[in-house]
């Protein structure tokens, strides 16, 4: 498959195990982008990081902006010159992820509670899920900040709803 250059960065790659883990130093080099996944490269050595494989995209530090892609026994810290479009892969890439871990029962709880539906007898109906599930799936919420305390959408719940969905929600003006 053809991978379409999309911008110069520097990278870094943890390998992590129960024993060991190995940091490899920082190398400049290119992102390319492809149907099926992320590559990095050297110049010399390619990386894949295949989308599928992703289990979250996140924001180790703002100026100047580092992403940090985690897979399951790596993961690869990202700087470039150009923040805006490290940021806009981020969110492309954020739905795929947040789908496949939270799945949809963390989506339609999330739908639900948006429109005022917060009753755990009553989303387990709607849902058809046992209300324990219901609970777990509302603890797991608020633990990664889904889900506020207080009740309101957290900034992890939007960015698992796109924009269609959180102005149909009412959770944007």
Known sequence: ???????????????????????IIWKKGGLYLSLSGLFLTDGT???ELPVKDLDNISIIR??????????????VTISGEHAERLLALRHFLLPYI?????????????????????????LKKLMGVEEEKVE????KARKEN?????????PNGNDMLTKDEREFLGLEE
Do not use: C
Request: hydrophobic letters at 40%; glycine letters at 6%; aromatic letters at 10%.
């Open 45 to 47: 050595t390619w990386y």
């Open 146 to 154: 889904i889900l506020h305390k207080n009740g309101d959408i957290g």
């Open 98 to 122: 947040s789908g496949r871990i939270h799945g949809n029962e963390m989506k339609a709880l999330l739908k639900l509670w948006a429109i005022g539906v917060r009753e755990p007898h009553i």
């Open 62 to 75: 703002e100026e100047p902006l580092k992403l940090k892609f985690k897979i399951p026994s790596f993961d």
């Open 1 to 23: 498959m053809k991978a379409q250059k999309y911008e110069d960065v520097e990278f870094i790659i943890n390998q992590k195990t129960d024993n060991f883990k190995a940091n």
């Open 136 to 139: 777990e799936l509302i603890e």
